[in-house]
């Protein structure tokens, strides 16, 4: 007896022209790189948006931290202090 899983692993160059014939039926032959075209953009846009997001995040990030520096150094500059130094 064969599992799902197992039967995965037997697919052949002639279950791979089974699914190619019946995909050409159902959308044909000129919609076919169309579809594929449209798929590639849609990838491409997702990591495109995923890199710009990460890079504007390592940004913010880096900003936010330089804001609070100068915000602390001044506070303690105002209020006679000084951090990180001895007295």
Do not use: C, H
Not at 25 to 53: C, H, M, W, Y
């Amino acid at each position: 007896m064969m599992t799902g899983m197992t039967t995965l692993a037997y697919i052949g160059p002639t279950e791979v022209w089974i699914v190619v014939g019946v995909l050409v039926l159902l959308f044909g032959a000129t919609k076919i790189p169309q579809l594929a075209k449209g798929l590639g953009e849609g990838i491409r846009e997702f990591k495109k948006s995923v890199d710009t997001n990460g890079d504007e995040t390592s940004a913010a990030t880096t900003t936010e931290t330089t804001t609070r520096r100068v915000t602390t150094a001044d506070a303690d500059e105002a209020a006679g202090t000084s951090s990180g130094r001895a007295a």
